[in-house]
T-cell receptor, first 112, second 118 residues
Framework: KQEVTQIPAALSVPEGENLVLNCSFT??????LQWFRQDPGKGLTSLLL?????REQTSGRLNASLDKSSGRSTLYIAASQPGDSATYLC???????????FGTGTKLQVIP | GAVVSQHPSWVICKSGTSVKIECRSL??????MFWYRQFPKQSLMLMAT?????????EQGVEKDKFLINHASLTLSTLTVTSAHPEDSSFYIC??????????????FGNGTRLTVT
């Protein structure tokens, strides 16, 4: 059974800092990994999708890396802004057909 | 980009009644739709997967007779919570994926429905 863990569970940083969010998964035979942000009481916004054959994806100030062999992905946020405050979730599609397992989430607060 | 519309965004109902939640893909054909629920301060939990025209596949522990899923077209899936009870109060989110079933394309999410059962 795939287990997805995110560390830290919560993070508070001053504006402007670069930061790294971590996602670990137990079954390395993944199909893809996707990072999302979730604002309180809202749905999910897709940030980056990394296919199993890729090592990283970049979008603006966001960079996500994938290391299948170690079962890890990191989301790097450069020059953090208060608008980045949200919960960040990683989701792994692995093994069987279509099933996606979500991580536990990292709640980020960027202080002005 | 791909847009998934979920309606209603919030609903309050009395215990014993049924509630229907709609999930529509607005600008793409969703061959597969997923329904999740999220309890406060917890991550999303997959409830069921549905392919257009087929019966939904439910996750272990999810009652299929209580959570009725219909994926009648490539742009619409509905989740009906039947005989709702207060413990069904939760945040329900749908997601959709286009392309051929089984492909690793991105998931697109609705904005969720906050269900409160009194």
């Amino acid at each position: 059974k795939q287990e997805v863990t995110q560390i830290p569970a919560a993070l508070s940083v001053p504006e402007g800092e670069n930061l790294v969010l971590n996602c670990s998964f137990t079954d390395s035979a993944i199909y893809n990994l996707q990072w999302f942000r979730q604002d309180p009481g809202k749905g999910l916004t897709s940030l980056l999708l990394i296919q199993s054959s890729q090592r990283e994806q970049t979008s603006g100030r966001l960079n996500a890396s994938l290391d299948k062999s170690s079962g890890r992905s990191t989301l790097y946020i450069a020059a953090s802004q208060p608008g980045d405050s949200a919960t960040y979730l990683c989701a792994v599609k692995a093994g069987g057909y279509q099933k996606v397992t979500f991580g536990t989430g990292t709640k980020l607060q960027v202080i002005p | 980009g791909a847009v998934v519309s979920q309606h209603p965004s919030w609903v309050i109902c009395k215990s014993g009644t049924s509630v229907k939640i709609e999930c529509r893909s607005l600008d793409f054909q969703a061959t597969t739709m997923f329904w999740y629920r999220q309890f406060p301060k917890q991550s999303l939990m997959l409830m069921a997967t549905s392919n257009e025209g087929s019966k939904a596949t439910y996750e272990q522990g999810v009652e299929k007779d209580k959570f009725l899923i219909n994926h009648a077209s490539l742009t619409l899936s509905t989740l009906t919570v039947t005989s709702a009870h207060p413990e069904d109060s939760s945040f329900y989110i749908c997601s959709a994926r286009g392309g051929e079933a089984g492909q690793g394309g991105p998931l697109h999410f609705g904005n969720g429905t906050r269900l409160t059962v009194t």
